[in-house]
C-alpha cells in the first residue's frame, strides 16, 4: 500500500511540474491572441472551450487573414490527435457519467503524456486528472495575464510579437522531430514548409497551411512503415515537461 | 464572425476529444492512422512557422523575424523552455527592428 501511495504522490508531483511549465507558456497565448486582433472574451473563450494549444495557436494564426473557414479547419485538424489520446487514457480512468465529457475536454498533450506515464490505476489516474485540472487552471489564467498585457503594449510588431508568434509554431513542432524516428517527420516538415511558400502568392490565406496538411495525409498513407517509425500514440511530447 | 469561428472551432475540438472516449479502441489502434495523425499535426504547424515568419499577405518576405526565428532555433537546441524561445524571438525582432531592419 505505501508503494502504491508513494507511486501516486510522485504522479501529482510531477503533474504540479508540468501544470506549471505549460500554464505559464499561456501568457504567451494570450498576448498572441490580442496582437491577432481578437478581444480579451474571445481570447479567454478560446482558452476555456477549445483548451488544445497547438489549435488555439493556430487559430489566432489564421483566423484574420485566412478567415472562418480555414481557422475552424486548421484548429480541427489539429485537434485531431486529442481524439486519437482518447482510447489510451479512457481505460485508465474508467470515467462515467458527467466525469466522460470532462475528462475529454482535460485530454491533451500534457495529460495523456503524464497520465500514460504511469502504472494503470491510482498513480495514472492521479497523474491524468492532475495534469488536465492543472494545466486548464494555469493556462486560462496565464492566458488572462498575457490578453492584459499585449492589450497594453500596443503595435504588435514593435514588440516583436510577430516574430514570437512563428517561434512559438517553432517551439511546438520541435519535440516531434527529433531522433531518429523524427526522420519521416523532418522530411515531411520540410515539403510542408516548401509548400506554404509557393502557394501563399498564387492562394487566398488559410488554404497554404491546409494544403500542407495533405502532403502529411498523403506521406502517411503511402510511405512503408519504418520499424522505428514515428509512433505518435507511444511518443507524446510534453512541452516544457522534462524541464 | 470570429465568434462564429470561434464557437464552431471549439465544438469540433471538444466533438474530437469526446469521440476518442467512445470510439471502441481497435478502430484508430491501427499504426497507419496513428502515424499519419502525428505527421499531419508536423505539417500543419511547420507550415504556420513558415507563414508566420515568412509571408506578409500574399507576398513572400525576409524581414527581421526570420532572424528572430534562428534565435528561437537555437534556443530549442540548448534546450530551452518555450517562454523562453518565445520571448527571445520577440526581444530578437523587436530588437533589429529599432535598429531599422524592416
Known sequence: M????????????????????????????????VAAGLDLAQTMALSLLMFSGGSQFAFIGVVGAGGPGAAIATAGLLGVRNGLYGPQVAPLLGAHGWRRPLAAQLTID??????????????????????????????????????????????????????????????????????ASGRLARVVAGAAVVVALALTPVVPPGVPVLTAAAVAIVAGLLVRAEPDAVRASDEVPVPGGDR | MTWFAIVVASVVCFGLKLAGHLVPEHWLAQPRVART??????????????VQALTSGRAVVVDARLPALAVAAVALVLRAPFVVVVLLAALTAAGLRALGMP
Open chain 1, 2 to 33: 505505501a508503494r502504491r501511495d508513494d507511486e501516486t504522490r510522485a504522479a501529482v508531483r510531477q503533474a504540479v511540474s508540468v501544470s506549471v511549465a505549460t500554464g505559464l507558456y499561456g501568457v504567451s497565448f494570450g498576448a498572441l491572441s
Open chain 1, 110 to 179: 500534457e495529460s495523456t503524456a503524464v497520465g500514460t506515464a504511469h502504472p494503470p490505476g491510482p498513480a495514472a489516474r492521479a497523474g491524468f486528472w492532475w495534469t488536465g485540472a492543472g494545466v486548464f487552471v494555469l493556462w486560462n489564467l496565464f492566458t488572462l495575464v498575457g490578453a492584459l498585457l499585449g492589450d497594453a503594449l500596443g503595435d504588435p510588431r514593435r514588440y516583436g510579437l510577430d516574430a514570437a508568434a512563428a517561434a512559438a509554431f517553432l517551439a511546438l513542432v520541435w519535440p516531434r522531430l527529433g531522433g
Open chain 2, 37 to 50: 495523425a502525428a505527421l499531419v499535426t508536423v505539417a500543419l504547424l511547420s507550415a504556420l512557422v513558415a
